[in-house]
Each structure stands twice: as structure tokens, then as C-alpha cells.
């Protein structure tokens, strides 16, 4: 019996997710949970997850959020190639080092992009004041700068010569500002470099695939203005950004 993916590929974690699941080839049934239609706080999502949020797995009668925790359990289950999460103490350390760092620093500081590039001004109508904005993207740039110096330095991969589940989640993190077209690669060829490595590991097809409606955040106005954007979600994006 395939496991259920609960999944919206606007979030980068969920990317992640859906990304290790069709390269592993892993038997698994994915599930679209609209969040720019609020179905997240509705009823059935509800039975699934008090914490409402995407991604959510469920295997059977055991549900796991959190995106690290399920690529983790994931790996374990299905014995995923050793490289996605090594055996050796010290390589999955590394791996385990960055996953810890990237949620308050790319994932926190991408995330503050997109929203105030893409979601915010589709929600309001008007464009995030530019002191927040120039803000956003210097400590985006921050981050980038620790990833390049900290973590990529010259290796081919976070790790070394191979792709780990640390690649897979920092470049769904940095494409999430690409979507809203901030190039954060330009000018910054290892950064490229790197990318294009990964791309190909994964699947030039299947990277695609998963960035396709991240691509198109443009549309989301016009996806807000057909779906209703619910009153009580449109007060809560504004008010994390106030």
C-alpha cells in the first residue's frame, strides 16, 4: 500500500519531499492541500493534522510532519542510496549540520522574499515599502554568502563528490525568491554551478516538475481573486508582516 504525501509545491519543504519520493521511486500517492484556498485549516485536513501544515506523510496509521523528519524517515524506510543520508558518523553529521542551520537562516530569509514579492502585494494590493524589502534581501544575501563560504565552499556537493538530502533541501530553499524573480545566481557562479550539478542528480524532468507552479507566482492575484481568498487568511498574512 503506496504511503500519502500531503503536499502544496508553493511550499519548498513540501518540494523537498516530493522531489526524494519521485527520485527513490517510492510507492507513494500524492495529495493536493491548496494553501492559497485555505483548505489547510479545513475539516478533512483537519483529521490528518492538528498542526495543519503541508507536508504531512501518512503510512498506514502513523502520520509524520515536519519535512526533515519525514526525508529522514523516508531514507530509513525505503533504503535510499547511502549518499542521500550516509551511515558514516561524521558525513551525516554534516548533512544534519546544515539541515539544523537552514531553517532560521535560507529557508527564514527566502520565505520573508517570496512573501513580501510575491504573496504579500497579491493579498494587498500594494507593494511591500522598500526598507522592508532592501531589508529581506540583505539578510538573504547573508545567508547566501555563509551557504557558499560555510557549507559548498569548493566540493562539488554540501558533503563532498555526492549529492545528500543537504543539497536537496537548500536548493528548493533557494529557488523559492527565483520564483518571484529575484535571480540569486547571478553573479555568484559557484552558487551556479552547484545548482546545475544538482539539477542534473536529480532530474532536469523532475526538478521542473516540482518548480513548475513556483515558476508561475505571478498568477497568484488572479488565483486569489478566482478562489476567494478567505477573509480570516487574508487577515493573517498581513498581520505576520506588519
Known sequence: MPLELYLDLHSQPCRSVFLFAKINTIPTEFKTVDLSAGEQYGEEFGKVSIIRKVPVLKDGD?????????????????????HWYPA???????????LSWQHT??????????????????????????????AAVEDLNASLKTFEDKFLQS??????????????????????????????????????????????????????????????????????????????LKLRIQKMFN
Open 62 to 82: 502513523f502520520i509524520l510532519t515536519e519535512s526533515i523528519a519525514i526525508l529522514q524517515y523516508l531514507a530509513a524506510k525505503h533504503r535510499t542510496p547511502d
Open 155 to 232: 566540493r562539488p556537493f554540501i558533503i563532498g563528490d555526492k549529492i545528500s538530502l543537504a543539497d536537496l533541501v537548500a536548493i528548493v530553499e533557494i529557488m523559492q525568491p527565483v520564483g518571484t524573480g529575484l535571480d540569486v545566481f547571478q553573479g555568484r557562479p559557484a552558487l551556479s554551478a552547484w545548482r546545475d550539478r544538482v539539477k542534473k542528480e536529480i532530474g532536469v524532468e523532475v526538478f521542473d516538475e516540482a518548480h513548475k507552479v513556483l515558476m508561475n507566482v505571478d498568477t497568484l492575484p488572479q488565483t486569489f481573486e478566482n478562489k476567494g481568498l478567505p477573509e480570516f
Open 105 to 134: 537562516n535560507i529557508r527564514t530569509h527566502g520565505s520573508k522574499v517570496f512573501w513580501f514579492r510575491g504573496v504579500l502585494p497579491a493579498v494587498t494590493g500594494a507593494p511591500v515599502p522598500k526598507e522592508k524589502m532592501d
Open 88 to 98: 558514516d558518523l561524521q558525513k551525516r553529521a554534516r548533512v544534519d549540520e546544515f
